[in-house]
């Protein structure tokens, strides 16, 4: 029955009935989400800029303040701090990259037996609650009873105060970061080792290549797209790191107001002393140093990455 | 000719490794069977031990008492073994309550979001109209902006709507995302032209095509989605630990770094609670691990 309706009923519209027609559909299945995209995240975007030039009273009184806000949060040394140490943050959690591209490439090894457990081994921080991984972090990072530093005075070395000395606990803080993202890297590298056609790895190995010459005159530059995917994603995430520092330093650390992410002092700012004004400042900083650093990423990615 | 000595040097440094073959004889790059394996092996384990090493020690910690969970010299195994860790999260947490509420937010958000996705997805995909391209390059640039930047807005409507501390305030924004939309438009703009013409000379209005035709065909996308949403549900906690307020509607997350604010520090404590948080989205990985991976990569390959 809805098949004849359907054959009798589609010549009589005209092509501009047929796309109107079309145009209602298309509202009903963009306009829900739409709709909510447009209201938690395009007019955030607008609010959240326009916030960084009020000054926000307690009880939501808004007065235009220009760029005092900037200059209130330039001033502070605090955020001087917390922009290096998120910059040294990103930039030690670029080292994951290539340990994931090596470890992709050796579980791909051909004649691999437990690839699986291996694959699944790796990918256990991945699914675990960041929250949970700062703790136990935490407690093997412990200055006195720590694993590692009761390892390190097994064998004679002295133990490191790793969360409570500044520069130290961000790099360490950020190798447990990449600990935490290397299965995610290793998947997509392992996808893009899959479009890497076989016959170009056999001619390198009919050409005399060994196993690390291959690796680097011939998988390396062709999974070059893929680096550059993965950092620009590592840059902009690893920016915006707050949980991780959250938990693994606590108020009564003694390092802690040396130890602040952007983020950190963006909810400090906006949450505890309740200044929304600068806090939305230290975001829109924040936003407009990852569009400059992936700016930079777009522009030397023409001198080191490959595409066919 | 330099290419080949460069080869000769670099052959020459793992002599343990490769069998020491002159580079003339053309079949030669066989593998010697066995030996570079053994490398591959060797270097895998140590990773994975790097891995699961952490994992190991929040279980043994978590069955340790109060002294022995910092213990110097270190208690390997607990002795005396122990549960008391666990009898004294659920004593300390409402934590059926968090659970709950972790399950909540998960199964909204999840649900909303694919559901929401997938239509807008479709729409973006296979539908034509003005501005559409100016719409979707605007969402686009949503993904390039801080999270934090949409926080204290959202902050803002969320509590305009009345809703801080519930959990429809938590899971609002959640429900939607651009990422997600993205996703899915990818997927259905690879599927054929044809089978919607088809189904349209049947007589299937655009529901019908989007639902019972296209939907089963995105169905790889559509998991990637889900599994993702959940995982990132699950673990989320910036946003609803500034929404939440007290415990009524608080997830797991949240709940758990309530455990360090403690006077006493609970090493056993917070291993049990960490371990009971995460077990959950670890099980759910587990089971459908294979999933998983491909919704990983295929964020990779097309977002």
Redesign the interface.
């Known amino acids: 029955m ?6 009798e009923a589609a010549p009589r519209r005209t092509a501009a009935q047929l796309s109107r027609g ?2 209602w ?2 509202l ?3 306009g ?3 709709l ?2 447009a ?7 607008i ?3 326009y ?1 960084s030039f009020q000054d926000v009273g307690p009880f939501g009184g808004e007065t235009f303040v220009g760029i005092d806000n900037f200059i209130e949060v330039f001033a502070e040394p605090d955020l001087g701090r917390a922009l290096l140490n998120t910059l040294l943050y990103a930039a030690i959690c670029l080292i994951g990259i290539p340990v994931a591209m090596i ?1 992709a490439v ?2 791909n ?1 051909k ?2 037996k437990g690839r ?1 457990l ?16 700062a ?3 935490r ?2 990072l ?1 200055v ?2 720590g ?1 590692l530093n ?1 390892s390190l005075r ?1 064998i004679g070395l002295p133990g490191v105060a790793w969360l409570s000395t500044p520069v130290v606990n961000m790099v360490v803080i950020a190798i447990v970061g990449i ?1 935490m993202g ?3 890297q290793i ?2 590298f ?3 080792l899959q479009g890497i056609p076989d016959t170009l790895i056999e001619a390198a ?9 291959r690796f680097v005159s011939v998988i390396v530059p062709l999974l070059s797209p ?1 680096t550059f ?2 950092s620009v994603l590592s840059v ?1 995430a690893s ?2 790191v ?2 991780l520092i ?2 693994m330093i ?1 108020p009564n650390n003694p390092a802690q107001s040396q130890s602040q992410s952007l ?1 950190s002092l ?2 400090a700012k ?2 505890l002393q309740h200044d ?1 004004g600068a ?2 400042a ?3 900083v ?2 407009a140093i ?2 400059v650093l ?1 700016a930079i990423q777009f522009r030397l990615q023409r001198r080191w990455v490959h595409y066919e | 000719m330099s290419e080949s000595t460069s080869v000769m040097t670099r052959e020459r440094a793992p002599v343990a490794v490769r069998e020491p073959a002159p580079v003339t004889t053309p079949r030669r790059a066989r593998r010697a069977p066995g030996k570079p394996l053994t490398w591959v092996y060797a270097l895998l384990i140590l990773g994975s031990a790097v891995m699961v090493f952490p994992f190991i020690w929040e279980v043994l910690t978590s069955l340790k008492t109060l002294s022995g969970a910092s213990s110097v010299p270190p208690q390997i195994l607990p002795d005396p073994f122990t549960t008391r860790a666990y009898t004294k999260v659920f004593d300390t947490l409402p934590f059926w309550n968090l659970l709950g509420n972790s399950i909540l937010l998960t199964v909204i958000r999840t649900l909303g979001q694919v559901l929401l996705c997938t239509m807008a997805g479709y729409g973006f995909a296979r539908f034509h109209f003005r501005g559409k391209n100016v719409l979707f390059i605007g969402f686009l640039a949503v993904l390039m902006v801080p999270g934090q930047l949409f926080l204290l807005p959202q902050y803002e409507i969320i509590r305009e709507l009345g809703l801080l501390g519930t959990i429809p305030g938590i899971a609002l924004p959640g429900l939607f995302s651009v990422f997600g939309t993205f996703l899915l438009r990818q997927f259905f703009q690879t599927l054929p032209m044809e089978l919607e013409e088809a189904a349209r000379l049947d007589g299937a209005n655009e529901w019908q095509i989007f639902w019972r035709v296209m939907l089963p065909l995105a169905k790889p996308g559509i998991i990637a989605l889900t599994l993702l949403t959940a995982l990132w549900s699950w673990n989320d906690f910036l946003w609803p630990l500034v929404v939440s307020g007290s415990v009524t509607s608080m997830p797991l997350s949240v709940g758990l770094s309530l455990l360090t604010d403690l006077r006493l520090r609970d090493d056993a404590l917070l291993m049990a609670g960490a371990l009971l948080s995460s077990l959950p989205m670890i099980v759910v990985f587990l089971v459908l691990q294979r999933q998983f991976i491909q919704g990983i990569a295929f964020t990779g390959t097309k977002g």
């Open positions: 809805a098949r004849l309706r359907g054959r079309r145009a559909w298309a009903l299945f963009i829900p989400a739409g909510g995209l209201v938690f995240y395009l007019w955030p975007i609010r959240g800029i916030l470890v050796l579980i090894t004649g691999l699986g291996f694959r699944v081994l790796f990918f256990l921080p991945v699914v675990t609650m960041p929250v949970a991984v703790l136990v972090w407690l093997l412990n006195d009873y694993v009761l097994a600990w290397l299965g995610t998947i997509i392992t996808a893009g190995e009919l050409d005399g290549a060994g196993p690390v010459r893929t995917l993965l902009i920016m915006q707050f949980d959250f938990l606590d983020v963006f909810y906006g949450f929304l806090a939305a230290i975001a829109c924040l936003l990852i569009l992936s």
